[in-house]
């Protein structure tokens, strides 16, 4: 256990849809980030939040958003949904940025599927 | 932009060393790392390695960095079959931003 909580672990819904999904980082961890895995384009970074603040921006759609809370968990809304959006998303969590940030943890992922 | 390439498939026999290779373009990655992902399972971090390191031990495994040519290597020994998983390599640079690599399926022959 990682200790990165991550819900729903599944989740099926139709196409133009809108679904949020949650993380919650590991105890003290300021640092989270957003990951979608799909068979064709392996794991792709889609966005870092650190503290309450964006970090970094990867391959996110306009369509997707993510937000980091003061109690720093973490929200990724996925909207207009498409089925090639059906993936798995994960959230990480490190406990902190620049140099010093060694390591990330992983979450065990929620599965969706848009049909 | 960033990239990392690692080959996606790998055939080991039970017993001998697996050897999965990375290479990544950001020559400003400050840490190099290796996951372990099994099926229907989230992303377990096996090692990793800071950027001015040329080898890092952890058991069976080894972790070898060539900055140089921005190669980097994991060697697991005496390979097990509960080692069967995709291995994913990935990079920070100094941007923050951890990319991976597609992932390295490991099978183990009998």
Redesign the interface.
């Known amino acids: 256990d ?1 200790g ?1 909580t991550q819900t729903p672990k599944h989740l099926i819904t139709a196409t133009g849809q809108r679904v949020t999904l949650r993380c919650s980082p590991r105890s003290g961890d300021l ?1 989270v ?1 957003w ?1 979608q895995q799909s068979l064709d384009q ?2 792709q ?1 889609l966005i ?1 939040y ?1 503290n309450g603040e964006e ?2 921006k ?1 391959n996110i759609l306009e369509r997707f958003s993510a937000q980091q809370f003061p109690d720093l968990h973490s929200e990724l809304n996925l909207s207009s949904l498409e089925l090639g959006d059906s993936a798995l998303y ?1 959230c ?1 969590s490190s406990p902190r ?3 010093g ?9 929620s599965w969706l599927t848009v049909v | 932009g960033e990239d990392v390439e690692q080959s996606l498939f790998l055939s080991v026999r039970e017993g001998d060393s697996s050897v999965i290779n990375c290479t990544y373009t950001d020559s400003s990655s ?2 190099l ?1 290796w ?1 372990k992902q099994e099926p229907g ?5 096996l090692t ?1 390695i ?1 950027s001015n390191m040329d080898m890092k031990q952890d058991q069976r495994l080894t972790v070898l960095l060539n900055k140089k040519d921005k190669h980097l290597s994991l060697r697991i020994a005496d390979t097990q079959t509960g080692d069967s998983a995709i291995y ?1 390599c990935a990079e ?1 640079g100094r ?9 390295t399926r490991l099978h183990i022959l009998p």
């Open positions: 990682s990165v640092s980030y990951y392996g794991l970074f870092q650190y970090r970094a990867g994960f990480a940025t620049g140099a940030g060694n390591t990330i943890y992983f979450g065990e992922g | 400050t840490y790392y996951y399972a989230g992303l377990q971090l990793y800071f994913f920070k941007d923050d931003k951890i990319i991976f690599g597609k992932g």
